[in-house]
Antibody, heavy 121, light 110 residues
Framework: QVRLQESGPGLVKPSQTLSLTCTISGVSVSTGSHYWTWIRQQPGRGLEWIGHIHYTGNTDYSPSLKSRVTISVDTAKNQFSLHLSSVTAADTAVYYC?????????????WGPGAPVSVSS | QSVLTQPPSVSAAPGQKVTISCSGRTSNIGDNYVSWYQQFPGTAPRLLIHDNDQRPSGIPDRFSGSKSGTSATLGIAGLQTGDEADYFCGTWDHGLTAVVFGGGTRLTVL
């Protein structure tokens, strides 16, 4: 059974870097066609795609966040991570990790439960 | 402002059918598959429809999807009170090289 679980600090100070990790169980992050994705949802708002990564290291990022985002993968630990720099209150959101079945098809078939992150001093 | 346009809310009575629209452009809906997600408060979204009209295992056939040109539609038949949730459409935008979502539609079953 495929499971994803986000982990990381629930509180980040303004101007610092938000770092989250998604731990995958039940499937290898190195499975051929899948992309591993971060999506966030600000309070009372819709879904916002942050970016995704293939185990080979290929990435795409949201144009609006590209200058501040890095997504990386650790095949040995079966994890992938999100780093968002220079955060502000606008980055307060629930952050989800998800599996994208294949590149650019938006079939997010497995999701983590979500990690609420607040940006505040 | 979301790239894809959805109505903020729809409502219908139990047992009836409702449709939720999702409008985009050639670079997103026109040229790519559309997916639909259901989200209850405080929980992660759940995949309802992928590849425009395909239901994953476990999704009842009351849920259907279609696409025509630069618009997509989610249909929910035989409405139940348990269908009250937010619904999101999503697709790839090759102009942006990014996933784009609609702003979401809240379904109320009266």
């Amino acid at each position: 059974q495929v499971r994803l679980q986000e982990s990381g600090p629930g509180l980040v100070k303004p101007s610092q870097t938000l770092s989250l990790t998604c731990t995958i169980s039940g499937v290898s992050v190195s499975t051929g066609s899948h992309y591993w994705t971060w999506i966030r949802q600000q309070p009372g708002r819709g879904l916002e795609w942050i970016g995704h990564i293939h185990y080979t290291g290929n990435t795409d990022y949201s144009p609006s966040l590209k200058s501040r985002v890095t997504i990386s993968v650790d095949t040995a630990k079966n994890q992938f991570s999100l780093h968002l720099s220079s955060v502000t209150a606008a980055d307060t959101a629930v952050y989800y990790c998800a599996r994208e079945y294949r590149y650019a098809d938006t079939t997010f078939d497995y999701w983590g439960p979500g990690a609420p992150v607040s940006v505040s001093s | 402002q979301s790239v894809l346009t959805q109505p903020p809310s729809v409502s219908a009575a139990p047992g009836q059918k409702v449709t939720i629209s999702c409008s985009g452009r050639t670079s997103n809906i026109g040229d790519n598959y559309v997916s639909w997600y259901q989200q209850f408060p405080g929980t992660a979204p759940r995949l309802l429809i992928h590849d425009n009209d395909q239901r994953p295992s476990g999704i009842p056939d009351r849920f259907s999807g279609s696409k025509s040109g630069t618009s997509a539609t989610l249909g929910i038949a035989g409405l139940q009170t348990g269908d009250e949730a937010d619904y999101f459409c999503g697709t790839w935008d090759h102009g942006l090289t990014a996933v784009v979502f609609g702003g979401g539609t809240r379904l109320t079953v009266l």
